[in-house]
T-cell receptor, first 113, second 115 residues
């Protein structure tokens, strides 16, 4: 069974600074996908970024980038130039093809002015 | 931009009553999912649905739960006899396929409160 672990329940960062959220996972599958979802106070789940396991290159979406270490089963999210609107719960998730998303416990990120 | 919609946004029901949560997935998507999130906890998978049948379900998805796609647009989750522990946020999600790594797109959720 797949497991996803986020060891940082809460983090804070100053506006315009950079923050990194950690995620580790465990799987016996060789082909899978990893995602970061954002959940603001409205509780909507918003897809932030995705990474395919067989791709060496780390994914980037504007101010969001990942550091994917396949051997270490680590998938961290870096947010550059943090904005107040980035304040949210962030969930790391794992998916094998055609299957369910398995979520971590989440990290509450607060961006301070 | 197309989005997944869910109704109602908040449902209050008494223990033992039946509830139906409704979702309209993105129109060209073929795979549909239900997840739930008990307040303060992680999001948990309930069921996936493809080609008018369940493709996978979790241990949470017992006989009290059922899903249906009654027409070409709606996707519903029915809880036959609600319990207090069913109180949670329920999310519908859809994806265009399973071999494409585009992710699952979530609706805004329905908050279910069982009293």
């Amino acid at each position: 069974a797949q497991t996803v672990t986020q060891s940082q329940p809460e983090m804070s960062v100053q506006e315009a600074e950079t923050v990194t959220l950690s995620c580790t996972y465990d799987t016996s599958e060789s082909n899978y996908y990893l995602f970061w979802y954002k959940q603001p106070p409205s509780r909507q789940m918003i897809l932030v970024i995705r990474q395919e396991a067989y791709k060496q290159q780390n994914a980037t979406e504007n101010r969001f980038s990942v550091n994917f270490q396949k051997a270490a089963k680590s998938f961290s999210l870096k947010i550059s130039d943090s904005q107040l609107g980035d304040t949210a719960m962030y969930f790391c998730a794992h998916q094998t093809s055609g299957s369910r998303l398995t979520f971590g416990e989440g990290t509450q990120l607060t961006v301070n002015p | 931009e197309p989005e997944v919609t869910q109704t109602p946004s908040h449902q209050v029901t008494q223990m033992g009553q039946e509830v139906i949560l409704r979702c309209v997935p993105i129109s060209n998507h073929l795979y549909f999912y239900w997840y739930r999130q008990i307040l303060g906890q992680k999001v948990e998978f309930l069921v996936s649905f493809y080609n008018n049948e369940i493709s996978e379900k979790s241990e949470i998805f017992d006989d009290q739960f059922s899903v249906e796609r009654p027409d070409g647009s709606n996707f519903t989750l029915k809880i036959r006899s609600t319990k207090l522990e069913d109180s949670a946020m329920y999310f519908c999600a859809s994806s265009v396929g399973v071999s494409l790594s585009i992710g699952q797109y979530f609706g805004p959720g329905t908050r279910l409160t069982v009293t």
